[in-house]
């Protein structure tokens, strides 16, 4: 697991219930678009996440909608698991989201 996935993980655990956008997700990890999308993307793929498009009409707001990414249970459970794995294999060094 990557450090840019684990970011992008500890990001979207501490998300609110309507999920965070990849432009938030960007924003607070600094991550680059052209690492996160790909990222968000296998995540979802492998049903950690879930996405949906804002409930919101675009020429209402102004601006296109934006894609809504959330925590599955499976992926909290499945993240929690990895980082467990990763603390342990590194003597216990902390981790920050």
């Given amino acids: 697991m990557t450090g840019p996935t684990l ?6 655990m501490d998300a609110p219930i309507k999920g965070l956008s990849g ?20 995540l979802e793929k ?19 909608r934006k894609r809504l990414y959330s925590m599955t ?9 990895a980082v467990s794995d990763i603390l342990q294999g590194s003597g216990g060094l902390a981790w920050q989201s």
């Avoid at 970011?7 to 979207?12: A, D, S, Y």
């Avoid at 432009?23 to 296998?42: C, E, N, W």
């Avoid at 492998?46 to 296109?64: C, N, Q």
């Avoid at 249970?73 to 698991?81: H, N, T």
């Fill in 46 to 64: 492998a049903g950690w996440l879930s996405s949906k498009w804002e409930d919101a009409d675009a020429s209402e707001m102004g601006r296109p």
């Fill in 7 to 12: 970011k992008v993980l500890g990001q979207l």
């Fill in 23 to 42: 432009a938030d997700v960007s924003k607070t990890t600094g991550i680059a678009s052209g690492t996160l999308y790909p990222i968000l993307f296998r």
């Fill in 73 to 81: 249970s499976v992926g909290a459970q499945e993240a929690r698991a």
